[in-house]
C-alpha cells in the first residue's frame, strides 16, 4: 500500500487522469462528503480531505500492468447499447439489478463490453459495510473513497455512451477535452458544485428518483447522465472547443453534471452509514491507498472473498481496448 501522503503528491503533481480527471472526481467527494456531513453524519466531514484523495484510486492506483484489462470495465456503463432511443430512457429502470441476472439475459461477454460501473459501487458499497460493521474504520472510508469515483464516473455523460469520445458524430477527443482540458482551478469549481449539489437535494424530482434501493438510485443518475449525452455533443458541433462561450457552456454542464454526482454520492452514504450503524462523529481516520479489489459481481460473493478475490476471466480482454486507446486512462 502507498501511503497517503504518497497518493496526495502523485495527484496534485504527476497524473492528471480519470473520468472528470483528477480535479472532478475530487470534487465529486469532496462535495459529497461535506453534503453528507451536513445531513447529520460529520464524520464525513472530518474525511472528506481523505475521501478527496482516494476518489482517484481506482485511476491512479488501480489500472496498474497486471490489473488494468479488469479494472478498466468498471469505470463505465454505456447504456444506450441497451435503450438505442434517448427518449426511451427510462426503459433502463428495467436493467437487471443483479449482476448474474444481466448475464443471464445479455450474455457476459456483452455486460463485460458494455462496461459494469454500477455493479462496481454495489460491490464497494458492500464492502465498506461489512468492514465498518467490523470495526475496520480505515478500510471502510477506503472503500467509501474508491465507491465515490465510480459514482463519479456514472454523472459523466460519456461514461454512459457507445459514443464515449464522439467518434461516431465528428467530437472527436471530446472526452478528454470536456472532464479535463477545459476543467479549471478545483476550488472555484467546487464552490459552483457544492450550490448546484445543494440545490439539487431540495428538488423534489431528484429526491423521488433518489429512492428505492441503491441500484434503483445508480439507474436514475445513469439516465439523466445520457440525456445530457447529446447536449455535450451539439455544444462542440456549435461552438467548438475554443471560444470562451465554448468553454463556459460546457463547464456550466459539467459543473451540473459533477454536482448530481456528489449529490448521488451524498444519498448513498447517509445509507452506507446507517446500514454499517457508523455511530463515531467528528473522527478523521488514518487511511492508505488501498490495494487492488478484484471485480466481483456474483450473488455468490461475500465481502470476505472479494478481498484480494479473483480477477475476471480472460473473455474481457479484447473489450477494452478501444475506449481506453480513445480517452486515455479514464
Known amino acids: 500500500m502507498k501511503s497517503l501522503v504518497l497518493?496526495?503528491?502523485?495527484?496534485?503533481?504527476?497524473?492528471?487522469?480519470?473520468?472528470?480527471?483528477?480535479?472532478?472526481?475530487?470534487?465529486?467527494?469532496?462535495?459529497g462528503s461535506e453534503l453528507t456531513g451536513e445531513n447529520g453524519e460529520p464524520f464525513w466531514t472530518s474525511n472528506a480531505d481523505n475521501m478527496r484523495t482516494l476518489s482517484t484510486v481506482p485511476d491512479r492506483?488501480?489500472?496498474?500492468?497486471?490489473?488494468?484489462?479488469?479494472?478498466?470495465?468498471?469505470?463505465?456503463?454505456q447504456a444506450d447499447a441497451y435503450v438505442k432511443d434517448v427518449n426511451q430512457c427510462d426503459d433502463l429502470l428495467n436493467f437487471p439489478k443483479r449482476?448474474?441476472?444481466?448475464?443471464?439475459?445479455?450474455?457476459?461477454?456483452?455486460?463485460?463490453?458494455?462496461g459494469t460501473a454500477p455493479y462496481r459501487?454495489?460491490?464497494?458499497?458492500?464492502?465498506?459495510?461489512?468492514?465498518?460493521?467490523?470495526?475496520?474504520?480505515?478500510?471502510?472510508?477506503?472503500?467509501?473513497?474508491?465507491?465515490s469515483h465510480y459514482i463519479g464516473d456514472l454523472?459523466?455523460?460519456?461514461?454512459?455512451?457507445?459514443?464515449?469520445?464522439?467518434?461516431?458524430?465528428?467530437?472527436?477527443?471530446?472526452?478528454?477535452?470536456?472532464?479535463?482540458t477545459n476543467l479549471g482551478d478545483e476550488m472555484s469549481i467546487r464552490d459552483d458544485v457544492m450550490d448546484r449539489a445543494h440545490a439539487l437535494l431540495k428538488d423534489p424530482n431528484f429526491m423521488k428518483e433518489s429512492t428505492g434501493d441503491l441500484a434503483d438510485i445508480l439507474n436514475h443518475e445513469i439516465i439523466r447522465s445520457l440525456e445530457k449525452r447529446d447536449e455535450v455533443l451539439q455544444n462542440?458541433?456549435?461552438?467548438?472547443?475554443?471560444?470562451?462561450?465554448a468553454q463556459q457552456v460546457q463547464l456550466a454542464l459539467a459543473e451540473d453534471r459533477m454536482a448530481d454526482g456528489a449529490a448521488v454520492l451524498s444519498i448513498v452514504m447517509e445509507r452506507l452509514s446507517r446500514e454499517a450503524g457508523l455511530t463515531q462523529k467528528s473522527t478523521e481516520i488514518p487511511v492508505q491507498d488501498p490495494s487492488w479489489i478484484a471485480p466481483d459481481?456474483?450473488?455468490?460473493?461475500?465481502?470476505?472473498?472479494?478481498?484480494?478475490?479473483?480477477?475476471?476471466?480472460?473473455?474481457?480482454?479484447?473489450f477494452v481496448s478501444n475506449l481506453e486507446d480513445a480517452c486515455g486512462a479514464f
Open 7 to 31: 497518493g496526495l503528491c502523485v495527484v496534485l503533481g504527476v497524473c492528471e487522469a480519470g473520468a472528470w480527471g483528477a480535479h472532478g472526481h475530487q470534487i465529486v467527494s469532496y462535495v
Open 61 to 77: 492506483v488501480w489500472k496498474g500492468p497486471k490489473t488494468k484489462k479488469d479494472e478498466a470495465p468498471t469505470h463505465f456503463f
Open 99 to 114: 449482476y448474474d441476472d444481466a448475464v443471464d439475459k445479455y450474455g457476459e461477454s456483452v455486460i463485460i463490453k458494455n
Open 121 to 147: 459501487v454495489i460491490q464497494m458499497y458492500n464492502l465498506a459495510v461489512a468492514a465498518f460493521r467490523r470495526g475496520d474504520m480505515a478500510e471502510g472510508v477506503e472503500d467509501v473513497g474508491a465507491m
Open 155 to 180: 454523472s459523466q455523460p460519456l461514461h454512459v455512451s457507445e459514443n464515449y469520445d464522439g467518434q461516431e458524430t465528428g467530437n472527436d477527443g471530446i472526452h478528454a477535452w470536456f472532464e479535463t
Open 236 to 245: 462542440d458541433t456549435k461552438l467548438g472547443r475554443q471560444s470562451k462561450q
Open 297 to 318: 459481481f456474483s450473488s455468490t460473493a461475500s465481502p470476505k472473498s472479494q478481498k484480494g478475490g479473483q480477477h475476471y476471466s480472460d473473455m474481457m480482454t479484447p
